[in-house]
């Protein structure tokens, strides 16, 4: 599988100079240095500058790997010259194949037969392929000198959708390792990913979009996904649920999507989690690879509005976590600095007192050692930092909060916060982009908090 | 009620030119030239350039409604004051009542009492009162100059997660009639509120955050809210649902949150809709207020990515919503303008043909006649449109859609767009902010739109 990401020869079948679908993957791979790339088009001479070959079995050198930028109906010829070749791996971008009809599936099957005969890996079709942001090597149309370099690793299925979560996750600052789209899977699976991402010493959290799962992978499925998950915590976002969701996966990549309640229960066998929708799953993964493990079981709630602090609390009782008992002397403490009209229990409610005694507060619950995670939920109301309010400046605001929370780097810190987008956007920059997450909504970040306690007693009870 | 909200005549009691609690509320009420506005403090001369005065029983003239911004120990006394002076409106904008300890609860009751002996409406304590969008009357600290004027009215309970809610609404242009925050609820209850809201001719659309109601108002809550909810679509988010949450909610605000099931079926019986979060609550409220309830039973989908598609599908067949079946002339002229691989059964899946086909093919759709409802997903690549990609201006692109939704105001039509930032941004401001809803998750756009119908099957059942 390592060639995918770490090729150093690759042949672009069907590559162009016109600005039409696999464009911007012809000029990023052509213009790298440390690659050899080869345009094939029997149509022109060069393309951006390099000479063209009229096909693969022209190429004067071995080839590690192969993308098809062609039409579907001139693929299965291709894979024949590229099996000739001694190519060993392929990923097909183009669409037109199981997904669409009958001739396509058969076509799909036949290039499947070659690749087998010949021991060649097939990504795709209906893909937008690899990406490695160790090297920048990408096969998709996504802004890599604009991405995050990080731990974690995306499988999706199909291009638009893999290419909205690096877009979005890209602009949240999320740091990625490497992202695979499987569209039709051919040959290559979730399970030969998940194989090779379990020894990628860049991945430290995979989050997966499914459809379903091949026939007859099941077992190899529950094996590897329960290697890797007493390793690394693995998300799972599966559709085709429900009839309707099931049939529009069959058009969409022509998976079959399987019952949910059998998939359900073979995810929890392997310990994976699974996420009820595409902002759980990246909340998920936000916290996973920004956030350490809670190495205690109390949760604690600082908020400066009852009511958002109330919902926090119904959420994370709903999802059975523990809120924090408060030792003695963390009480007595708070007590002490905080204005007798707040709450010091468990959430400590200190209301418009957050601007007056919050960074004590804070230092308090954090050194409790009852505390096994915190959820600070701040809503700076408009008025406090708007023009025509108080105009604060709520950077440097944030800024003496995030110093204390880096102080202690073994507590796990989630930031929530409700209200005006522009204060939102501020607690983003100085709390999510340094390494503490901020989820806008409180039952989200609950949710959040739930899964990490999840991984944790998943991981203490199978080591 | 109606004082409250359209006073002729205020006492600004605890009124003070300090940059403190209560300011901005102070200035903005001074300076109204249609309101006889009197700031109310023994210690100072005037206040911005206003004659104080010592005690609202000095005001020359009657005065409709007093507004506390006083310390809680002094509130006992002035609240006598008013009864002396007749005032019948007062809004008690401080806290350390009956959510602080016994002495503030007795503090309290004494000041219902006086109220009750005095024919005296009172809002609050522990709120930031009443907003009023037809004369942008406020006794809250918002940016009232910057709201939107439109038909959502909303109930909150406290003043930070109230504020909160407006900034929120603020900064996404929903059109607001009225805000009210209840606090303690001392006197005015939501069950006030809404008979007021009720005949109110701003008010099309009633949200509600609420930690409990009071002992013995059961009754009178399910008889008002059943007839409110016959006319308009009332909204409720209810915390303290476990007894996490009901702790919490009583060092809050001092409320009883009651049995959540009970509550539930209360609620449930009146047919109001009740919202499981924040956030959905105003989605929710969105889409009531831009769109009109569905005419057919039918959804549509239409979408550039299948995998979107198929999550909204499983959604909307996990809340029972009926995908629609198009009309055979439909399906056979999309069959005959959509390329051959893509799919335009329900979801119509037409990936990156949206480009080329995706006006035609929504002008079809919004023209079937089984076709209610239509969920546009529209997750546009970063490449289209960044300048390192083809940079195309997505919204030149998206008001042609919204020129041909706008053709068919009888239909109801929501969009959901996932991926960068900047995208979602477009959307919002081409869509969202002149009637269309846009929702980033397809998970809460599907859940809006059982809203919709929910509601309608209401109506319908019960009128």
Known sequence: MDKFFNPESVAIIGASE????????????????????????PNVETVLGVTAYRSVTEIPE????????????AALQTMQECAEKGIKHVIILSSGFSESDQIGEERQDAMAAIARENGMRVIGPNCVGVTNMENG??????????????????????????????????AHKIGVSKVVTLGNKMDVDEIDVMQYLENDK???????????????????????????????????LKSGRTEAGASAVMSHTGTLA???????????QTGALR????????????????????????VAIITNSGSLGSMACDELQR????????????LEKMKSIAPSWTSVKNPVDIGPAMLMVGKEILELVLQDKNVGCLLLIASVP???????????????????????????????????????PDMVAAGMKVFDYTGIPLITSVQSAARAIACLYRYRRYRERVQ
Chains 1, 2 share one sequence.
Do not use: C, H
């Open 18 to 41: 016109k600005l039409r679908f696999g464009y911007f993957v012809t000029k990023s791979i052509l213009s790298r240095t440390d690659i050899r790339s080869y345009p094939v088009n």
């Open 382 to 420: 408009g008025i406090i930092f708007t023009e025509d309010g108080l105009g604060l400046d709520l950077i440097p605001f944030y800024e003496e909060y995030r110093e204390i929370m880096k102080r202690y780097p073994e507590k796990t810190i989630i930031v929530s916060s409700f209200g005006d």
């Open 275 to 298: 996420a009820d929708g595409i902002e759980e799953l990246l909340d998920y993964a936000r916290v996973l690879t920004k956030q350490p493990l809670p190495q205690a079981d109390g």
């Open 258 to 268: 399987g019952d949910d309640l059998v998939f359900d229960a073979v995810v929890r």
């Open 137 to 170: 090597f990408t096969t998709a149309e996504i802004p890599v000198n604009r991405m995050t370099r990080g731990s974690l690793a995306f499988i999706a299925q199909s291009g638009i959708f893999g290419t909205a979560i690096i877009d979005w996750v890209t």
């Open 62 to 73: 071995t080839v590690d790997l192969a993308i098809f930028l062609i039409p579907s109906d």
């Open 319 to 330: 999802l059975e976590m523990r809120l924090v008992q408060f030792e003695p002397r963390t």
């Open 202 to 236: 860049e991945t430290g959290v995979i989050g997966l979009y499914l459809e379903g799962i091949r026939e007859g992978r099941g077992p190899a499925f529950i094996e590897t996904f329960k290697r890797v998950t007493a390793r690394k915590p693995v998300l799972i």
